[in-house]
């Protein structure tokens, strides 16, 4: 089992920047894909970026404004969110996945592991 903590997030104001972190431990070679999901109240988790065999898959609501990234090292992952907006707000969540995760990198359902979430607020 893969375990994952998210840190970094917190609030700002529109138009600004944010970075999320996510220190991953546990990962094997079974650990195909790597993701951030976004979930506000109500409403269903969505994918926002993902990364697997030197692919990064955005969102295209995000796309030109989010940048994933991973230490290749240490599997750790990263979020850039630059020109946030206030509908970007929500709890973000890191996740960690199998080969299954091939056919959706953005869908949850693919995804086993998760962590405890980190909170970005934009306000409008």
């Known amino acids: 089992q893969v375990q994952l903590s998210e840190s970094g997030g917190g609030s700002v104001h529109p138009g600004g920047s944010l970075g999320l972190s996510c220190a991953a431990s546990g990962v094997t070679r079974g650990t195909f894909c790597m993701a951030w999901f976004r979930q506000t109240t109500g409403k269903e988790r969505e994918g926002v970026a993902s990364?697997?065999?030197?692919?990064?898959i955005y969102a295209p609501a995000v796309k030109g404004r989010f940048t994933i990234s991973q230490d290749n090292a240490k599997k750790d992952l990263f979020l850039q969110m630059d020109d946030l907006k206030p509908e970007d707000s929500g709890t973000y969540y890191c996740?960690?996945?199998?080969?299954?995760?091939?056919?959706?990198?953005?869908?949850?359902?693919?995804?086993?592991?998760w962590g405890q979430g980190t909170q970005v607020t934009v306000p409008s």
């Open positions: 996740a960690a996945g199998g080969y299954a995760c091939r056919s959706g990198s953005l869908v949850a359902s693919n995804y086993v592991d």
């Open positions: 990364t697997y065999g030197g692919l990064n």
